[in-house]
């Protein structure tokens, strides 16, 4: 299914503010540390903001912690030993909203169980013909499906969002999010269960 997904946010008028904004003008000492992290850390800033904004679902509150998760991977980058850039970013970003979440005093989440891994879903639509009418629908669709995603538990979300909007690898995930990779295949494969069954819901 990837590639069939639309990210949450992604736009360059937020990547220029947001790249400003998290790295601040510094000392000459720290010049080579700040080019060398806008080197690493800038090409994933859209995808560090799409998982923000599937998290937070607020676009102020998503630049907040992109900027936030920026500044803190700044600051620590000189003991930063692995793993992947990428995975490293949204694991910091992932302590930032769950800071935010707390600070929003939510209602704990209730446990959940993940399921055993299954085989994987069928895609929830096939690719009609590009006409004027199938790209309407196809808008349409995606659409319901970023609120359908927005509307799963935070495991199973960020697990989405991770494999299937940003690409990235079993292994990277679980680096990401601190969890078993057997973990993250499940809630990968309850979380495509569940939308499936939310969209066949909203065709009905």
């Known amino acids: 299914m990837s590639g069939r997904w639309i990210p949450a946010g992604r736009t360059h008028a937020f990547s220029a503010k947001a790249g ?20 690493a850390a800038l090409p ?20 907040d912690a992109v900027q936030e998760c920026y500044l803190r991977a700044l600051k620590h980058f000189d003991g930063y030993r692995g793993p ?39 895609p929830l639509w096939h690719e009609a013909p590009e006409t004027p009418e199938a790209q309407i629908l196809k808008e349409r669709d995606a659409a319901t499906i970023r609120r359908l995603v927005e509307a799963l538990a935070e495991p ?7 494999r299937e909007i940003n690409n990235l690898s079993y292994r990277e995930i679980a680096d990401a999010v601190g969890a078993p990779v057997g973990t993250v295949m499940s809630r990968l494969a309850r979380a ?3 939308l499936r069954s939310a969209w066949l819901a909203e065709q009905e």
């Open 20 to 39: 400003q904004q998290a790295m601040p003008v510094t000392s000459s000492n720290e010049a080579d540390k700040a080019r060398r992290f806008r080197e």
């Open 44 to 63: 994933y800033l859209d995808d560090v903001y799409t998982l923000a904004r599937y998290l937070l679902r607020d676009p102020s509150d998503a630049d």
């Open 84 to 122: 992947a850039m990428k995975p490293w970013l949204f694991a910091i970003l992932r302590n930032v909203c769950r800071a935010e979440f707390a600070r929003r005093a939510a209602a704990p989440t209730a446990a959940i169980e993940d399921a055993p891994e299954t085989a994987e879903q069928a």
């Open 156 to 162: 199973f979300k960020e697990t989405f969002v991770l």
């Open 192 to 194: 495509r269960a569940m």
